[in-house]
Antibody
């Protein structure tokens, strides 16, 4: 059974760095068909991709946020960690980690989602 | 960036009615399109990939069509469990995935 679970602080102050952890089970982060993305959803806004980790293809970042984001992985613990620096109230959102699966179409599909973790940025 | 535009923003229908949701890409994405369903307080759930392939366990009343820039999600006969927000997402432009703004299907 594939599961992803996000963890991290509910409240951060402006200018602080946010650290979120995604713990996965039911698949391996070293599987060449797999990847994990961090995606956020601000209230009333569209879903926005932040960063991706792929076992085969490496790491990618949203160009508009690249200077603030770092994604890392610990395969032995089944975890993918996202850090976002210099948090601002506009970063208030629910943050999801999502599995990417490389399917027969030769593209990655976002097939399993974590429940999401809400983050509020406020002083 | 490929911009995904969904219409309408809200669809007010009664149970048993047919729902037709549209999604348009700002440039051709072939059939590299997915549809998701999201209920309040829940994560999005993948319904369809490849524009028309239902994920295992998704009821047959959900169908997807289209290619290139214009896509449709049809729910043939709305059930109470189907009232939710639906998002389209392109994955053609790897890894710069983008989502539409969503269509809310509400009970009339």
């Amino acid at each position: 059974q594939v599961t992803l679970k996000e963890s991290g602080p509910v409240l951060v102050k402006p200018t602080e760095t946010l650290t979120l952890t995604c713990t996965v089970s039911g698949f391996s982060l070293t599987d060449p068909r797999m990847g994990v993305s961090w995606i956020r959803q601000a209230p009333g806004k569209a879903l926005e991709c932040l960063a991706h980790f792929f076992a085969t293809d490496g790491k990618f970042y949203n160009p508009s946020l690249i200077n603030r984001l770092t994604i890392s992985e610990d395969s032995s613990r089944g975890q993918v960690v996202l850090t976002m620096a210099n948090m601002d109230p506009v970063d208030t959102a629910t943050y999801f980690c999502v599995r990417n699966y490389y399917d027969s179409s030769a593209y990655y599909i976002l097939d399993y989602w974590g429940q999401g973790t809400p983050v509020t940025v406020s002083s | 960036e490929i911009v995904m535009t969904q219409s309408p923003a809200t669809l007010s229908l009664s149970p048993g009615e047919r729902a037709t949701l549209s999604c348009r890409a700002s440039q051709s994405i072939s059939i590299n399109l997915a549809w998701f369903q999201q209920k309040p307080g829940q994560a999005p759930r993948l319904l369809i990939s490849g524009a028309s392939t239902r994920v295992a366990g998704v009821p047959a009343r959900f169908s997807g069509s289209g290619s290139g820039t214009d896509f449709t999600l049809t729910i043939s006969s709305l059930q109470s469990d189907d009232f939710a927000i639906y998002y389209c997402q392109q994955y053609s432009d790897f890894p710069r995935y983008t989502f539409g703004q969503g269509t809310r299907v509400e009970i009339k």
